[in-house]
């Protein structure tokens, strides 16, 4: 007579024994592949964008990453169009180059007399000082103080308006020309620049200090005769923490224009917009472009000098691995929506030792939208003599070293097993 329980018990050893089984069996198929499987390396990134679609009313615009000079977004950026007061930034930084006193006080010429479209008049024979007529020519944006300034550092205007053509083809404002220190161009129809140039300029003039320290304020006194003036910056977006200057501009013929340098996110900006339809709009158009660059743009290190790019095999029979390193590291600033990245490794195939620390053995390939940017050294950070013996398995040997001893051990597990359950069951359970 067979007892039911120890039936029950002999059974439920055997599902128990079956389900370990078909478990062992997932565990090597599921080793099999991940020890032969090959890695899938994909590596995405990008640069900043060159033409995106983003709406401004400016006839002409441009951002560029102030540290590096590189065009980061453009719209007719090169039409020569009236750059109207952002004139007043190249007249500026030419008188402060060119003066050595800023606190001599001089008396306004009879040709800078008159308010001349700006806030407050000057006389024939008003005394203020070189610096506060900077001041009033860059915050408050006063033409009859450019031309002040014109008329002290060259005694000619026209000599001073030579000096200013000289300086913008020193910059590298080699579209640009200018006929008068302030940007009034009703009577001046050749007085043309671009959105490239003026922010070629704007990059230059805040490298300044003095310059950076005045179009940054925004809310100053002068004194003409003793008597003070309050002047207010005519540029709004000084509110902002992260925009630091610098000029603003108007006239019936160039619409309204801006120049900003801005500094957020470990990322400068120079930002200029030409044209626009109205101050409400030349405002919109600048925020805009600094959200689209500020939300997309960032820093990243594409190639990292401490990671090893890839691996030299040297030798037949005796082989030698060694890690290959870039020389140096590889930040670029890359719009991280959309941009692609890839890097291609050239390897020089030829080495034989010894090998010296630091020794050129190839190069990678920087591609960023398909183009290529940038080519580095692949160096090994160690030397290798040419008695060096050194056997080292392959990853794929080794792979296949541990994957034969992991069966191996299951193997043998499963003989243990099965004696075990063969002893503890009768003949017919088996």
């Known amino acids: 007579m067979i007892n039911r329980n120890s039936s029950t018990s002999k059974r439920r050893i055997i599902r128990i024994y079956n389900i370990f089984l078909l478990f062992l069996i997932f565990f090597l198929l599921n080793s099999f592949f991940i020890l032969f499987n090959p890695d899938d390396i994909y590596c995405s990134s990008g640069t900043a ?26 719209k007719n950026s090169s039409s020569q169009i009236y750059p109207a007061s952002l004139t007043k ?32 008049t000057f006389i024939t024979g008003d005394k203020i000082s070189l610096i506060d007529l900077i ?37 590298g404002a080699e579209d640009s020309f200018f006929e008068n220190p302030n940007g ?6 050749l007085h043309k620049s671009t959105a490239l140039d003026m922010a070629r300029i704007a990059s230059y003039c805040i490298k300044n200090y003095l310059f950076f320290e005045i179009v940054n304020t925004q809310k100053d006194t002068i004194k003409i005769n003793e008597r003070e003036i309050e002047i207010t910056n005519t540029n709004d977006l000084l509110g902002y923490s992260y925009i630091k200057g ?48 500020y939300n ?12 090893p790019a890839t691996s030299l095999r040297i030798g037949e029979q005796t082989q030698l691995d060694v890690d290959l390193y870039p020389e140096r590291d590889y930040v670029s600033l890359i719009d991280k929506s959309s941009d692609k990245l890839d890097l291609e490794n050239n390897i020089n195939n030829n080495i034989n030792l010894p090998l010296e620390k630091n020794e050129i053995l190839g190069s990678t390939n920087i591609f960023i939208n398909g183009k290529k940017s940038e080519e580095i050294n692949l160096v090994s950070h160690e030397s290798v003599g040419d008695g060096y013996i050194h056997q080292e398995l392959s990853t794929s040997n080794y792979k296949q070293t541990v994957f034969v001893i992991i069966l191996l051990m299951v193997f043998y597990f499963l003989i243990i097993i099965t004696i075990i359950v063969k002893n503890l069951l009768p003949k017919r359970f088996l």
């Open 49 to 74: 964008k060159y033409d995106a679609a983003i709406d401004i009313t400016a006839e002409s615009a441009v951002v560029i990453n102030y540290e590096t000079g590189e065009i980061l977004w453009e």
């Open 89 to 120: 930034m190249l007249s500026s930084i030419v008188a402060i180059e060119n003066i050595d006193n800023m606190e001599e006080i001089i008396e306004i010429p009879e040709n800078a007399s008159g308010r001349n479209h700006s806030s407050f």
């Open 135 to 171: 001041k009033a020519a860059l915050i408050s944006s006063h033409n009859n103080a450019a031309i002040a300034i014109g008329e002290y550092v060259s005694n000619d205007l026209e000599d001073f308006i030579e000096l200013m053509n000289m300086k913008a083809g020193e910059i």
């Open 184 to 189: 009034l161009d009703d009577e001046f129809p």
């Open 246 to 293: 610098i000029k603003t501009g108007h006239t019936s013929n160039a619409g309204f224009c801006m120049a900003i340098y801005s500094d957020k996110n470990d990322l400068e900006l120079i930002t200029v917009v030409l044209n626009s339809k109205s101050i409400k709009e030349r405002d919109r158009d600048i925020s805009r472009l600094l959200d689209w660059a």
């Open 296 to 307: 997309n743009l960032e820093y990243v290190k594409i190639v990292d000098s401490k990671e």
